[in-house]
C-alpha cells in the first residue's frame, strides 16, 4: 500500500519514539526531499524511465520540453527520440555540429537528427517541414511533495515497493538529529540488505513501459505480444 507523506514522517517519528513532535516532523519535510533524490540516483530504477510525447510545427526548429515533461532534469536526459510518423529514430548530436554545417539554419525536411540545447530544449535538424510526432524516452527526476496528503508514488513517483528503502533512508538521515548509535548499522543495512530487495523487486518490472515497440509490433493485429514477435523472428513462428 502506498504511503503519504505524513505516514512516512509518522512511521520515523514512532520508531525513533518523537510522536507529536511537530517540530521534529517539520524537520524530516527537508530529509524526505533529501533522500527523494538521493533514491533516484542510487540505482538505474525501472520507474525512473519515462516517455513523452510532442508534434512539431513546420519551420520551428526548437522544442521545450519543460512542459511535456515537468520531471525531465535535463536534455541530455534523452535516452531515445523516436519519430513515429515516419518511423525512424533520431541521431543525437551536438548543435555546433548542426550550426557548422548549416549556418543559415534554412534547411528544411523531416527530421533526422536532435541537439540538446540548455536544461529542457532540443533542436531539430532539419527544420520540420511539417506536423510530425515524436515520441521520447527520458529519465526523470524526483518530484517533491508539498502535502502531507501528497501519496509517494502519485505525486513522486516511487512505488510501493521502493517505499520502505525511502523510509529507511529517512530513519537514517533523522537519526543524525539524537546522534544515535544505531545509526551506522542502519546505514550497512540499507546497503547489503533492503537497497538489495529494492533492486531486485524493480527488475521484475523491467517489462512494462521501458522501452518502445518495434514497428512490427505498432503494425501488427491486436493482441500481438513482443515474445510473439521473438519468437517469429527467431524461431519462424514456431
Known sequence: MAMTRLQLKNNVAIALERPG?????TFLDSR???MLFFLFDMHDWNWKHK????NTVATYSSKDLSLASADLRSSQDLEVLWDSTNKRFLSKVDLHIIRKQYPGGLDAGKPTRYAPWGTKTIYLDPI????????????????????????LET??????YCQYLLEKLVLAEAMVIDN????????????????????DADMKHLESTARFKFWEE???????TYDDY?????????
Open 21 to 25: 513532535d511537530t517540530d521534529f516532523l
Open 32 to 34: 524526505i526531499d533529501q
Open 51 to 54: 516517455s513523452g510525447t510532442f
Open 128 to 151: 520540420p517541414d511539417g506536423t510530425y510526432t515524436l515520441n521520447y524516452l527520458y529519465l526523470s527526476k524526483a518530484v517533491l511533495p508539498t502535502l502531507d496528503a501528497d501519496d
Open 155 to 160: 505525486v513522486c513517483g516511487v512505488p510501493d
Open 180 to 199: 544515535d548509535s544505531r545509526r551506522d548499522n542502519l546505514i550497512i543495512e540499507i546497503e547489503k540488505v533492503w537497497k538489495r530487495i529494492a533492486i
Open 218 to 224: 505498432e503494425l501488427a493485429p491486436y493482441g500481438t
Open 230 to 238: 521473438l519468437r517469429h523472428v527467431w524461431w519462424d513462428g514456431c
